[in-house]
């Protein structure tokens, strides 16, 4: 089992930066995949990063070159820093873990934070 939290969503200006932060209650560097998706009002979730135990991202065509995720093993969280935002990054961005266990995967969830980016 593993508890994920989201924080650092907000609103700001199109232009602008946030970082978001998803705190996790076991050893990130543990998980074999950490992913942030965004899920836009009315429309369904989109994945738009990840990153692997190694330490490999990728990235969706739309954030590529804007976001970059990254993974903070001590303390257990892993980030998605977001720069030259646009209002089409606007909506509730949601942490994901991702764990294989005998063949066997394991999905967890975050309870979202909220980005609003303005025009």
């Known amino acids: 089992q593993v508890q994920l939290v989201e924080s650092g969503g907000g609103l700001v200006q199109a232009g602008g930066s946030l970082r978001l932060s998803c705190a996790a209650s076991?050893?990130?560097?543990?998980?074999?995949?950490m992913k942030w998706y965004r899920q836009a009002p009315g429309k369904q979730r989109e994945w738009i990063a990840s990153?692997?135990?190694?330490?490999?991202?990728n990235y969706a065509d739309s954030v590529t070159g804007r976001f970059t995720i990254s993974r903070d093993n001590a303390k257990n969280t892993v980030y998605l820093q977001m720069n030259s935002l646009k209002p089409e990054d606007t909506g509730d961005y949601y942490c994901?873990?991702?764990?294989?266990?005998?063949?066997?995967?394991?999905?967890?969830w975050g309870q979202g934070t909220q980005v609003t980016v303005s025009s």
């Open positions: 076991k050893s990130v560097a543990s998980i074999d995949i």
């Open positions: 994901n873990a991702v764990l294989w266990v005998v063949s066997r995967r394991y999905d967890y």
């Open positions: 990153i692997t135990s190694t330490g490999a991202a």
